[in-house]
Each structure stands twice: as C-alpha cells, then as structure tokens.
C-alpha cells in the first residue's frame, strides 16, 4: 500500500477545519496517510480544534512568523514522507473517494507526476461552479498535452491536485514571493517535470466562503493583490523547462494567469503594468465579455485608466459592503 502526506496550511480557519480534517481521515480505502498541519501564526482557536481531534499521524508545525500559504506548503513538503503529497487548504474538503481514485490512477501510470480531478467551487456570495463544467473525456485520461488542456478547461487547482513526492520536492516547491497565482505557478513547473492525468469526477470542494466572509474578504484579497508580479516574472522558472512541444501551448495557459495577474495589479492601483500584461497577451485570453472590455480599453492609455480606476472602486465597494 502507498503511503500519502496531507499537507494543510492553516491561518484562522477554526470554522471550518474540523470539516477538511475529517474529510482526509475519513477517506475510503483504507490508505496510509500522514496529515501535516503547518500554522500560519493563527491567533483564534484553530490549533485548538486541531489537538482536540487529535489522530496519531497528525503533525502539526507552527510557524514564527506569517509567512503566506506557498511558505506553509514548502514546510510540510520538506518533511513529507508519503509516496505521494497533496496540498489542501484548511477550508476546503475532500470527497471519500478522492485518494482511492487519485492513487489508483498514479499506481496504473507510472509516467504520470501528477493527477487532478474535478471541483465543485462555492464562493461567499453564494455561487457555485463546477470545474471543469464539461469535461471532455468520460474516463480517466493521461493528458498528452497538460498546456493545451489547462488552456481549455482550467481544470488545475489547490486541492485537487495528488502528485508524486519525489516530483514535488525536485522542483524545489512553491514561490514564497508570491501570495497570488503561486500555486498555478507550481502546477505549471510540475508539467515540465512529467506527464498529468485528469479524472473527471468531483472529488474536491473549494468552499472557504464563511471564513473569506468572517475574517474580511477586502484584507486578505489586498495581501495577494500586493504581491501580483507581470507575467513574465511569473513564468521565469517555467520557460526554462519547456519542452519543444509545451512551448507551442504554453503560452494560451500562460495569457489565462496574464489575466488574472492583471487583474490584481488593477487591484492594487497598478494600471500601466497590467495594461502591458493585458496588450502582451491578449490576442490569447478566453473568449468572454470581460476580456473582450478588457482587450478593447488597453489600446487607449486613457481609457484603461478610466476603465480600471472604476473596477477597482467597485471591487473595493464589493469587499467593504460584503
């Protein structure tokens, strides 16, 4: 039987830790597991229900200082001991089934890295989402090119994700300088390192909406705004892996986070670095009314800043009314 290192970053989440610690020890099958709690300097009662529900093969690391959730992630990979490792973060949760397919998967294709599932995204305003909303395939698949497919289906999230330790620890782990789009950095370095499968079953729940909502949606959206950097320096460690073949469909998965990263310097009242983000990249964002607004207003100095100073007073209107 292989072994699995849960590795779960946490930071003022005692509403709803408990449930994500439950959903891995409550896992079908039977699996050795190991779950590493990594503290970021909580200052509520989340440590306290963690040593409350205390289980033998919890560890639990507590951080000197707050240091963001890539940190977090690189400690408990650093003492990771499974044959394979997830992350999940303290206020998502698992299906029963997750680590019985996503192990089943990994032990049938030994040229695999890595295999992501489908997610069921709920967020504090009361939308729900399903990712992808319609998978292509019906079984599950080792993807030929992860680009490509990322491009189409941003199908890869935190959480969903089980990987070969081995794997993850040669990357060298997760940007610690980065608090936004840090983890789709990391899945990105990690296709260069091998092939990923995908299983198109809902196995993963992203569903952090009560705690966004109780410890204040604006300030921590205002952390990882701050640290949004333009594309290319996202994507330093990634292009110098490419392959032949992943450098003609890396850049439709790269113009997706170009977007976002844009984004969030709008956010953080850097309008002429996202505008050249946005110019640099989006002939290839998906196709969408935003991004089409968002193409069409960069061509004008003016008008971008017009158009993004309005954004970003409605965002902050959204966080402080929420």
């Given at each position: ?151 189409k289906y941003n199908h890869v999230c935190t959480g969903s994700v089980l990987i070969r330790t081995s794997v993850a620890k040669a990357t060298g782990g997760q940007r610690e300088d980065f ?58 460690r990634i292009v110098q892996r490419l392959s032949e073949k992943q450098k003609e469909s890396f850049p439709r998965a790269q113009a997706r986070i170009a977007r976002n990263l844009a984004y ?37 100095r003016c008008i971008w800043f017009f158009f993004t100073s309005l954004l970003r007073c409605r965002e902050y209107i959204r966080g402080i009314t929420v």
């Amino acid at each position: 039987m292989s072994s699995v290192s849960v590795i779960i970053p946490t930071y003022n989440l005692k509403l709803l830790i408990e449930r994500a610690l439950l959903s891995v020890i409550h896992q079908n099958g039977g699996h050795e597991i190991e779950i590493i709690i990594v503290d970021d300097c909580s200052t509520d009662e989340t440590l306290s229900i963690i040593e409350s529900l205390y289980c033998p093969f919890v560890k639990i690391i507590r951080q000197k200082r707050n240091q963001g959730p890539a940190a977090a992630r690189n400690h408990g990979l650093a003492i990771a001991e499974g044959d394979f490792c997830a992350f999940l973060d303290g206020d998502d949760f698992w299906e029963p089934d997750f680590l019985n397919e996503t192990t089943a998967f990994l032990k049938s294709h030994q040229e695999a890295v890595a295999v992501s599932v489908m997610q069921c995204h709920k967020t504090f305003n009361g939308k729900v989402s399903i990712v992808p909303p319609q998978p292509p395939i019906q079984q599950p698949v080792l993807l030929d090119d992860f680009f490509d497919f990322w491009a189409k289906y941003n199908h890869v999230c935190t959480g969903s994700v089980l990987i070969r330790t081995s794997v993850a620890k040669a990357t060298g782990g997760q940007r610690e300088d980065f608090r936004v789009c840090e983890d789709l950095e990391f899945w990105a370095l990690l296709a260069t390192y091998g092939k990923w499968g995908f299983i198109p079953k809902v196995l993963f729940t992203s569903d952090g909406g009560l705690v966004t909502k109780k410890n204040g949606w604006l300030a921590k959206a205002r952390k990882r705004w701050a640290s949004a950097v333009p594309i290319d320096i996202w994507s330093q460690r990634i292009v110098q892996r490419l392959s032949e073949k992943q450098k003609e469909s890396f850049p439709r998965a790269q113009a997706r986070i170009a977007r976002n990263l844009a984004y969030s310097m709008i956010m953080d009242g850097r309008y002429e670095l996202a505008r050249q983000d946005v110019l640099k990249c989006s002939f290839l964002f998906p196709k969408n009314r935003l991004n089409s607004i968002f193409t069409i207003c960069s061509r004008s100095r003016c008008i971008w800043f017009f158009f993004t100073s309005l954004l970003r007073c409605r965002e902050y209107i959204r966080g402080i009314t929420v």
